[in-house]
């Protein structure tokens, strides 16, 4: 149980171009969805917290105008990487929880290449 | 402010070894602990979670790690690794459940290398 899926799982395009990663649970409501990106050999930086029926909660320094997200059901939410560039390229990463203190489940993630 | 920090980038290992990754966390209220695990190219699969009850925590694959706040630590080990545990393992931790939407902080990651 717990499943957690994200698509696509690659993507490339063009620098200028706008790109929609999914992420959905697929057998279990998500009340907070949360999105991250990794760098390559890094770790995940947490990039905001999503909630159904209401806006995302960015962390610092992450731009909201740039990273659109939006969580329109208990069991999806999406994440718009709008006027990619090159330097957007990476891999984002979806996580959702069934209750408050529960453990996180993670989607296999998204590969982000912008050329 | 919670922070965790893995100690070692890289371990490597001979198959039938222990495996031990260290972390050590910091946080001014109790944590909730977790090590997840990352398959190249895929999301993090939690192993484990420490969540204040018993402080040895059993997890998947045959790997445990034990909770020990006179060190801050929550090292995870193996009794004996196998090709498969390969991967990349990170510690996180957590404070502030309840009302709270509680957010992992995630350490750097060990790559954990097992050879033949």
């Known amino acids: 149980g717990a499943v957690v899926s994200q698509h696509p799982s690659w993507v490339i395009c063009k620098s200028g171009t706008s790109v929609k990663i999914e992420c959905r649970s697929l057998?279990?409501?998500?009340?907070?969805m949360f999105w991250y990106r990794q760098f390559p050999k890094q770790s995940l930086m947490l990039m905001a917290t999503?909630?159904?029926?209401?806006?995302?909660?960015?962390e610092q320094g992450v731009e909201k105008d740039k990273f659109l997200i939006n969580h329109a059901s208990l069991t999806l939410s999406t994440l718009t990487v709008t006027s990619a560039h090159p330097e957007d390229s990476s891999f984002y990463i979806c996580?959702?929880?069934?209750?408050?203190?529960?453990?996180?489940?993670f989607g296999n993630g998204t590969r982000l290449t912008v050329t | 402010a919670q922070s965790v920090t893995q100690l070692g980038s890289h371990v490597s290992v001979s198959e039938g070894a222990l495996v031990l990754l260290r972390c050590n966390y910091s946080?001014?209220?109790?944590?909730?602990l977790f090590w997840y695990v990352q398959y190249p190219n895929q999301g993090l699969q939690l192993l484990l979670k420490?969540?204040?009850?018993?402080?040895l925590v059993k997890g998947i694959n045959g790997f445990e790690a034990e909770f020990k706040k006179s060190e801050t630590s929550f090292h995870l080990t193996k009794p004996s690794a196998h090709m498969s545990d390969a991967a990349e393992y990170f510690c996180?931790?957590?404070?502030?459940?309840?009302?709270?939407?509680?957010?992992?902080?995630f350490g750097k990651g060990t790559l954990l290398t097992v050879n033949p």
């Open positions: 057998d279990f409501q998500a009340t907070t």
């Open positions: 996580s959702a929880r069934i209750a408050l203190v529960s453990p996180l489940h």
């Open positions: 999503s909630n159904e029926g209401s806006k995302a909660t960015y």
């Open positions: 996180a931790v957590s404070v502030g459940g309840g009302g709270s939407n509680y957010k992992l902080t």
């Open positions: 420490y969540t204040s009850a018993a402080t």
């Open positions: 946080s001014s209220v109790p944590p909730y």
